[in-house]
């Protein structure tokens, strides 16, 4: 705090100052923002310097629908320079306290959070409420380490309790240990993985273990441009299948070995790069499907030849360049029966430009899309003399010369159309600060539109970020999602967040708040309606949070305001 500035501070009965230690402390202690008393503290340590040190954090006050008042008034322990922990009691007038923690270690070759939260005989639930996370990423020499383990005990906990934790939230919550030795030319890597799920979504297959190799070469012949590439892949695949029938409840083991070779010819106006892989994968099955076999090999060999050209022209008296390239991407793949094969780790990728100029339609190693195709794909950019770009656009379609008769699932019909559906992009740097994005997919036969994904994002400066985004899909949905942040008064700002799903006429999300920040403090005030994930009852809520920046600031996770465009980055470069 400046000297002389009261826009908030402490009164008190005692007061003591300890300027060698660099904190003060004082008992029966009234917390003031302006006139207005907001919190009582009967013994309250409070730092007179920039030293971190243990003490109160600023604390976070809200009311909802469904948890009713919440308070959390963290307290930082400063143990050693490089271990420190955060103990949050989290009340929540409806339901009880939980008590959320975080512990943080550093050394030399990691750094790891250990998250908990526990909240006994939750009165609304009627039950215990616990959740625990573990983060590590290490790093020595060659090596590197991660461990990423997220468990709650129920489906609901994430949308029930409002934990300031940082953790995430998926629908599948990641259980990982992995560890890697990275060279320049090759990675090796041995990851256990594993999942909770915490929605009605049929649980992924778990990796135990899976161990794979990955590399590539480019000097192997002396006076050759030709690149070698390979994947070596083991995994053993697990899930309980007591629930479920037919390929989906086959369990197993997979090897998959990817050897490739490339020749690029390269020009400064063109480039060719004709490419042979080979898919192999061996699969030994558990509870295969009656009358199919239990030990399947698929040698499969890809053949492509990608190729492009690159024509320039200058387009005005300043210098702007307009390119134009046109690309060709050759592909044959023969068909392999791979209907008694499950998908262990497959799904197909969505329909986009890029997708078009993919050696396999297919995500990871279980499919093995069979065509023989050319996609004639043309792009234009436009770049300002210092090469930064303006503007950009691109069409493709591929051409089919046969049927793709492998399919994700066995009982789908072979896909028989000639053609492919059209993929557009196209983007505009209108301003430094203004861009607009769009990719759409026009149907073959008559070109109507299908798809559109179109974006406006303006940022003149951190402060300052509005999105605008409509995602509209035939039949299927039709969406919005405006977010902002924007000062509108000398340190007065508003920030917010808006999803409309327009086809069923809800608001998923809905959020508006206002925020105050001097050089002092800071506070936000929120109203939040939302649709929790999952759930059918909307909830609503009215949060505070505050911020004395004399007194430090405790990180609040996945909190309710990250979900805004620009917000985190925003607060990491703390420019405001």
Same mark, same amino acid.
């Given at each position: 705090?400046?000297?002389?500035?009261?826009? &908030?501070?402490?009164?008190?009965?005692?007061?003591?100052?300890?300027?060698?230690?660099?904190?003060?402390?004082?008992?029966?202690?009234?917390?003031?923002?302006?006139?207005?008393?907001?919190?009582?503290?009967? =013994?309250?340590?409070?730092?007179?310097?920039?030293?971190?040190?243990? $003490?109160?954090?600023?604390?976070?006050?809200?009311?909802?629908? $469904?948890?009713?008042?919440?308070?959390?008034?963290?307290?930082?322990?400063?143990?050693?320079?490089?271990?420190?922990?955060?103990?949050?009691?989290?009340?929540?007038?409806?339901?009880?306290?939980s008590l959320d923690n975080e512990l943080r270690y550093m050394n030399s070759y990691s750094y790891n959070v250990l998250s908990t939260a526990y909240l006994p005989?939750?009165?609304?639930?009627?039950?215990?409420? &616990?959740?625990?996370?573990?983060?590590?990423? $290490?790093?020595?020499?060659?090596?590197?380490?991660?461990?990423?383990?997220?468990?709650?005990?129920?489906?609901?906990?994430?949308?029930?309790?409002?934990?300031?934790?940082?953790?995430?939230?998926?629908?599948?919550?990641?259980?990982?240990?992995?560890?890697?030795?990275?060279?320049?030319?090759?990675?090796?890597?041995?990851?256990?993985?594993?999942?909770?799920?915490?929605?009605?979504?049929? /649980?992924?297959?778990?990796?135990?273990?899976?161990?794979?190799?990955?590399?590539? /070469?480019?000097?192997?012949?002396?006076?050759?441009?030709?690149?070698?590439?390979?994947?070596?892949?083991?995994?053993?695949? #697990?899930?309980?299948?007591?629930?479920?029938?037919?390929?989906?409840?086959?369990?197993?083991?997979?090897?998959?070995?990817?050897?490739?070779?490339?020749?690029?010819?390269?020009?400064? &106006?063109?480039?060719?790069?004709?490419?042979?892989?080979?898919?192999?994968?061996?699969?030994?099955?558990?509870?295969?499907?009656?009358?199919?076999?239990?030990?399947?090999?698929?040698?499969?060999?890809?053949?492509?030849?990608?190729?492009?050209?690159?024509?320039?022209?200058?387009?005005?008296?300043?210098?702007?360049?307009?390119?134009?390239?046109?690309?060709?991407?050759?592909?044959?793949?023969?068909?392999?029966?791979?209907?008694?094969?499950?998908?262990?780790?497959?799904?197909? =990728?969505?329909?986009?430009?890029?997708?078009?100029?993919?050696?396999?339609?297919?995500?990871?190693?279980?499919?093995?899309?069979?065509?023989? /195709?050319?996609?004639?794909?043309?792009?234009? $950019?436009?770049?300002?003399?210092?090469?930064?770009?303006?503007?950009?656009?691109?069409?493709?379609?591929?051409?089919?010369?046969?049927?793709?008769?492998?399919?994700?699932?066995?009982?789908?019909?072979?896909?028989?159309?000639?053609?492919?559906?059209?993929?557009?992009?196209?983007? &505009?740097?209108?301003?430094?600060?203004?861009?607009?994005?769009?990719?759409?997919?026009?149907?073959?036969?008559?070109?109507?539109?299908?798809?559109?994904?179109?974006?406006?994002?303006?940022?003149?400066?951190?402060?300052?970020?509005?999105?605008?985004?409509?995602?509209?899909?035939?039949?299927?949905?039709?969406?919005?999602?405006?977010?902002?942040?924007?000062?509108?008064?000398?340190?007065?700002?508003?920030?917010?967040?808006?999803? #409309?799903?327009?086809?069923?006429?809800?608001?998923?999300?809905?959020?508006?708040?206002?925020?105050?920040?001097?050089?002092?403090?800071?506070?936000?005030?929120?109203?939040?309606?939302?649709?929790?994930?999952?759930?059918?009852?909307?909830?609503?809520g009215i949060y505070v949070q505050f911020v004395l920046k004399g007194l430090g600031a405790f990180g609040q996770g996945k909190g309710l305001f990250d979900n805004?465009?620009?917000?985190?980055?925003?607060?990491?470069?703390?420019? =405001?």
């Open positions: 705090m400046s000297s002389g500035d009261e826009s &908030w501070k402490i009164n008190a009965d005692e007061v003591v100052l300890d300027p060698e230690e660099g904190f003060g402390t004082a008992k029966h202690a009234t917390l003031r923002i302006g006139d207005v008393p907001v919190f009582y503290y009967p =013994y309250f340590t409070f730092p007179i310097d920039d030293k971190r040190r243990s $003490g109160f954090l600023y604390p976070t006050m809200g009311y909802s629908d $469904g948890d009713g008042l919440e308070l959390a008034t963290p307290y930082y322990f400063n143990i050693a320079p490089n271990i420190d922990d955060t103990l949050t009691p989290h009340l929540y007038s409806s339901r009880g306290l005989n939750d009165r609304k639930a009627d039950e215990d409420r &616990w959740l625990v996370d573990a983060q590590h990423r $290490g790093y020595q020499g060659n090596w590197r380490s991660t461990i990423d383990y997220t468990r709650v005990s129920d489906d609901d906990y994430f949308n029930d309790l409002n934990t300031g934790l940082e953790v995430n939230r998926q629908d599948h919550l990641d259980q990982i240990a992995q560890a890697r030795y990275v060279t320049d030319n090759w990675t090796a890597t041995a990851r256990v993985q594993s999942y909770q799920t915490i929605t009605s979504a049929t /649980q992924p297959y778990r990796k135990l273990p899976q161990i794979s190799l990955k590399g590539s /070469q480019s000097d192997l012949v002396d006076g050759s441009d030709l690149e070698l590439e390979y994947l070596a892949d083991f995994t053993s695949f #697990e899930r309980d299948n007591d629930n479920l029938i037919g390929i989906d409840r086959v369990n197993g083991q997979r090897v998959h070995l990817q050897p490739s070779v490339s020749i690029p010819f390269r020009w400064p &106006w063109a480039y060719v790069t004709p490419k042979a892989t080979l898919w192999s994968s061996q699969y030994k099955l558990d509870d295969q499907v009656a009358g199919e076999s239990d030990s399947i090999s698929r040698t499969v060999g890809v053949f492509s030849v990608d190729s492009g050209l690159s024509f320039e022209r200058t387009v005005n008296e300043s210098g702007m360049i307009q390119t134009l390239e046109p690309r060709l991407f050759a592909l044959y793949v023969p068909e392999e029966d791979q209907t008694a094969i499950p998908n262990f780790d497959t799904a197909e =990728y969505s329909f986009t430009y890029s997708s078009l100029f993919r050696e396999n339609r297919f995500s990871g190693y279980d499919k093995i899309g069979d065509t023989q /195709q050319l996609t004639l794909g043309l792009s234009s $950019g436009f770049y300002r003399s210092n090469g930064s770009e303006v503007a950009r656009m691109g069409i493709a379609q591929a051409h089919y010369f046969a049927d793709r008769e492998v399919q994700l699932e066995s009982t789908t019909a072979a896909d028989t159309s000639k053609r492919s559906n059209v993929a557009l992009e196209a983007s &505009w740097n209108v301003t430094d600060a203004l861009r607009i994005s769009n990719d759409s997919e026009l149907d073959a036969s008559d070109y109507h539109l299908i798809e559109n994904n179109l974006k406006f994002s303006y940022s003149p400066n951190i402060n300052k970020v509005f999105t605008l985004g409509f995602r509209d899909r035939e039949d299927t949905r039709e969406q919005a999602d405006l977010s902002f942040i924007w000062p509108v008064a000398k340190n007065w700002s508003v920030l917010g967040r808006w999803q #409309e799903d327009i086809r069923n006429n809800t608001t998923p999300e809905a959020l508006l708040g206002v925020e105050y920040s001097d050089c002092c403090w800071q506070v936000r005030v929120a109203a939040r309606e939302y649709l929790p994930s999952g759930s059918t009852e909307r909830d609503s805004i465009t620009g917000f985190e980055e925003r607060e990491k470069q703390n420019d =405001y």
